[in-house]
């Protein structure tokens, strides 16, 4: 750093500092107003500097100098022109009486200081200015600062790159980050502690903001401490472990307070044996310096790290810090840089691989750094002094202020040093003033090359535009904001309902930013629901129905999808075709879990045609089902092996316990879609012999399965089972069946409710018209006859009345009020009718939950002719506080499915399933981070 120094040399270009330069204060007058001799404000240095009101927020009260700065100034002849403000930290009085003259209009100095970025209506053209800009690494949130500066002919430095040979940091608030971080942060572990039942002494520390002074914050660290030393930490925390990352001035400031209370560093390679040992003291806390020596090492074994390597080539490293550090951590006090071309400390898949297997003790983050989504990918959003905590829910992805919430707590205020402005400002002053009188008589309408050598090395490489455009030094930013606008495209969804899957994967795609969400739903209010609490979620009114029928030249269904980059159809299947029209016919990709029916097939040559995807069959079943059984019927391709047989169950239902109706059913998503597949035909191949299920026939096929002998299941084939042997690639195999799981009973009972008319499908008057209807009355207009309805009913079933399996019969149907005076909520058909009282009798209660069970049974025989057996199984419940296991295992896939097109991933176009390499893999690792992996074993050889 240069001396503190004054260079009278260059004062000396200006008469008027020959004659004022060594003023007394006594001299009023100069208080006042400006030397009459005084060159207009322009970037050729007029000797008068500028200080600028800071207004970012109401909370930024800091000043780039302070008064004893200011006096010392203009004591050396330099004019000091300041914005009046009531909130900065030192009065206006405080600088007048140092010597500045207080007014509105600071136009009149070349060059103009201030902390944060300005409003850009209030940048002065042909101007110096020096604040902290936020531009070098092409933030796009300041890129139209950065234009607005280039276009009025600015020179802009920043003190973020004032930095000496060794790009040290001259310029900096640094110390002050830290220790308003560190301060902040041990009062939001107190709180965070008592939500989490622990009383703890950092209940007693305040918000570094409530002090008037550092001397006071300090203080009470001390006096925390003391109790912490007296009373200890609770036994379950024990040790209370603080990481640092980063040796830099803001972690140094962290330390700093952290040294105050009672407290033992241990070194990174102690750190497993003092959290394990079970013997720390917890009359202490505990701290460890994490530089990048300590976890970073080089992927080539026979190497060794060294810093200046790593900065250099960080793509040859990689980081440790997962297993070595993360699993031991209590708080982590994040202080480091971080860029793309570096490891993270901690990544989002890897915090929840740590919850997930119950190997992490983290209760919260301080991220000084305050880089979303950079060394702690899962640091979701900034915080400021207002609301300076959030907590991310690892479980679900969700970030929250519910300091009782579940999650990991973090602080990420993005202006730490306002909390403690007078020192914070005195001491950056004091870093500034050795290079204020250079700036205040540069000319800054040289030419670039020539500032070179005018100005310090130090200041000239933070000059960051001259002339109307960057300079050499950051031309850069041109290329990296265009790579970073690529990267940050936005892309357009349209969801197309909003039913029981659609809550995970709107969750799921609202977690970029880069997305920007539509729903578009006939349930107005669920989309609505759906959309509440998402800034980049929207929703709105429509009807596909509707929507598809043409207004002239284009439909409104063909007008909507034009404004989207791919559109995920979660509407009824029969839909899904005229959908896809409209997609291939716009250019734009389409997503569902539905199965790809004759009508949606013959639209693959014009998908191909239109260069577009169109992915079908990506929920459970069909979905997660192909996806697991390719992956092990390739695998064992490519051994050499073969498929002999292939057996394949799935079914939704509710958990044991909540199992408790006559057909041990609820409807986690359409009733409908449920009762509808219950009449499809099947066909299916078992033992080298073919079987066709006519349609309305499975119920006499059903058969017992044992997935776990804990279950009580029952089976029924699912549709055609051969189309399958085709599209998994064996076609040679034996026996080819995949079926539907349900309870046992539930196939007796809803072969009953077909055979008394409840699944007819045609429109009755009596369901049309406004004339209320009983349900006993339809059902006697569904089975005409004379006597009881009851006796008819039974009689219909060749069982007797009195018969204890005719008794449990008629309970069952009393059980859905069907032979009582319920009136029926009339839907035109007996089987939508019958669909709404399912939904009202058959829906979960409050604390109840679902399961989903799906299991793939094998017969291969490898390359040696060896037989064997192998299972596949999926048993995942639903949350009762949160999704489903249905809408988990349907929403996520698509939702996954759905970014993989957007990125590039899927790049196979058509009307496709997702039964190819290139989309199972990545799809089913997409899966895995989400908690949804399917147990694969052998389990007979023959």
């Not at 009672?262 to 310096?289: M, T, W």
């Not at 051969?722 to 195999?733: F, K, M």
């Not at 055979?755 to 059902?779: A, C, H, K, M, Y």
Request: aromatic share 8%; glycine share 6%.
């Amino acid at each position: 750093m240069l001396a503190f120094t004054t260079k009278f040399n260059k004062l000396s270009k200006f008469q008027s500092f020959k004659n004022n330069s060594f003023l007394n204060f006594s001299q009023k007058s100069f208080f006042n107003k400006l030397r009459p001799d005084t060159a207009p404000g322009s970037l050729k240095g007029n000797g008068v500097i500028g200080i600028r009101r800071e207004d970012k927020n109401r909370w930024e009260r800091r000043a780039p100098l302070a008064p004893p700065h200011v006096a010392t100034l203009v004591s050396r002849g330099v004019q000091v022109v300041l914005q009046p403000s009531t909130k900065r930290v030192f009065s206006d009085e405080e600088y007048k009486q140092a010597g500045a003259i207080i007014q509105e209009d600071i136009g009149v100095a070349s060059t103009i200081l201030g902390v944060k970025e300005l409003p850009r209506n209030l940048l002065i053209p042909e101007r110096t200015y020096m604040f902290f800009s936020h531009t070098i690494k092409a933030q796009s949130y300041n890129m139209p600062l950065l234009d607005d500066i280039i276009s009025n002919n600015i020179r802009l430095i920043d003190y973020e790159r004032v930095v000496d040979d060794h790009n040290n940091r001259l310029i900096r608030f640094g110390k002050f980050a830290g220790y308003a971080g560190m301060i902040d942060y041990l009062h939001i572990l107190g709180n965070r502690l008592l939500a989490l039942g622990h009383s703890t002494p950092f209940l007693h520390m305040g918000y570094a903001h409530m002090y008037n002074s550092l001397e006071s914050a300090f203080n009470a660290v001390f006096s925390m401490g003391r109790e912490i030393a007296n009373q200890g930490i609770p036994a379950e925390l024990n040790p209370l472990v603080f990481v640092f990352s980063g040796t830099g001035s803001t972690s140094q400031g962290s330390q700093e307070v952290f040294r105050m209370l009672p407290h033992k560093f241990v070194s990174v390679d102690e750190l497993e044996q003092l959290v394990k040992s079970k013997k720390a003291d917890n009359k202490i806390v505990y701290g460890v310096i994490a530089s990048s020596d300590t976890y970073i090492v080089p992927k080539n074994p026979s190497k060794k790290f060294t810093r200046k390597d790593y900065y250099a080539n960080p793509q040859n490293y990689v980081s440790l810090f997962k297993n070595k550090i993360a699993p031991y951590i209590s708080c982590l006090i994040n202080c480091v840089y971080w860029d793309q071309r570096y490891p993270r400390l901690i990544t989002t898949e890897e915090i929840e691989e740590s919850v997930r297997r119950k190997n992490t003790r983290l209760i919260g983050v301080a991220d000084i750094s305050c880089d979303v989504e950079g060394a702690v990918e899962f640091m979701k959003k900034t915080t400021t002094i207002d609301h300076p905590i959030f907590l991310y829910d690892v479980k679900n992805r969700k970030i929250h202020e519910d300091i009782e919430g579940d999650g990991i707590v973090f602080l990420a205020i993005d202006n730490l040093p306002s909390e403690l402005p007078r020192e914070a400002s005195k001491y950056f002053g004091d870093n500034l003033m050795p290079w204020v009188e250079e700036l205040a008589v540069s000319n800054g309408e040289l030419p670039i090359e020539q500032q070179q050598k005018e100005l310090p090395g130090e200041l000239y490489r933070a000059v960051i535009t001259s002339h109307g455009k960057l300079t050499p030094l950051y031309e850069y930013i041109t290329e990296l904001r265009k790579r970073r606008e690529r990267m940050q495209k936005k892309n357009r969804i349209l969801v197309l309902g909003a039913g029981y899957v659609a809550s995970p994967l709107i969750e799921y795609l609202s977690r970029s930013p880069l997305n920007m969400i539509t729903i578009a739903a006939t349930d107005a209010w669920r989309a609505e629901t759906l959309a509440k609490e998402r800034p980049n979620v929207d929703s709105m009114f429509f009807d596909v129905v509707e929507g598809a029928k043409s207004s002239g030249e284009k439909s409104k269904l063909s007008h909507l999808i034009s404004s989207y980059d791919i559109v995920v159809s979660l509407v009824p299947a029969p839909l899904h075709p005229t959908i896809a029209k409209e997609c291939i016919k716009q250019k734009k990709h389409m997503v569902t879990a539905s199965y790809i029916s004759p009508a949606m097939k013959e639209l693959d040559d014009e998908a191909k045609a239109a260069g577009v995807t169109i992915l079908n069959e990506i929920g459970l079943d069909p979905g997660i089902d192909h996806l697991s059984a390719m992956k092990i019927i390739k695998s064992i391709q490519d051994d050499g092996g073969k498929v002999l047989s292939f057996v394949s169950w799935c079914g939704g239902l509710p958990a044991p316990e909540c199992s408790d109706n006559p057909l041990a059913y609820k409807f986690s998503w359409s009733p409908r879609g449920v009762l509808a597949a219950l009449k499809n035909p099947a066909k299916y191949l078992m033992n080298g012999k073919l079987i066709e299920v006519a349609s309305g026939s499975l119920f006499d096929v059903v058969k017992p399965v044992e997935v776990y002998k804990g279950f009580n299941l029952e089976g029924y084939p699912n549709r055609d089972s051969l189309t399958y042997s085709e599209l998994y690639g064996i076609p040679d195999v034996k026996t080819m069946l995949r079926g539907t799981l349900r309870y046992r009973g539930f196939s007796e009972i809803m072969k009953i409710l077909q055979q008394i008319g409840l699944l007819n499908e045609e429109v009755l008057s009596e369901l049309e018209n406004e004339t209320p209807i009983t349900w006993r009355d339809l059902l006697e207009k569904l089975n005409p006859g004379t006597g009881k309805l009851e006796h008819r009913i039974i009689n219909s079933l060749d069982l007797d009345i009195v018969d204890d399996k005719a008794q449990e019969i008629l309970a069952a149907l009393q059980w859905f009020g069907i032979l009582g005076s319920k009136q029926v909520q009339k839907k035109r058909t007996a089987i939508d009718s019958f669909c709404a009282l399912l939904e009202e009798k058959l829906k979960f209660g409050i604390g109840e939950r679902d399961l989903v069970i799906l299991q793939h049974i094998f017969r291969i025989q490898d390359a040696n002719g060896k037989e064997k057996r192998m299972l596949s199984t999926l048993v995942e419940y639903g949350d009762p506080n949160g999704y489903s296991a249905m809408a988990r295992t349907v929403g996520l896939p698509t939702a996954i499915a759905t970014k993989m097109i957007l990125d590039g991933t899927i790049i196979r176009k058509g009307v496709i399933a997702p039964v190819t390499p290139d989309i199972f893999v990545p799809l089913l690792s997409g899966l895995e981070k989400e908690g949804i992996v399917l147990n694969e074993k052998v389990i007979e050889e023959f």
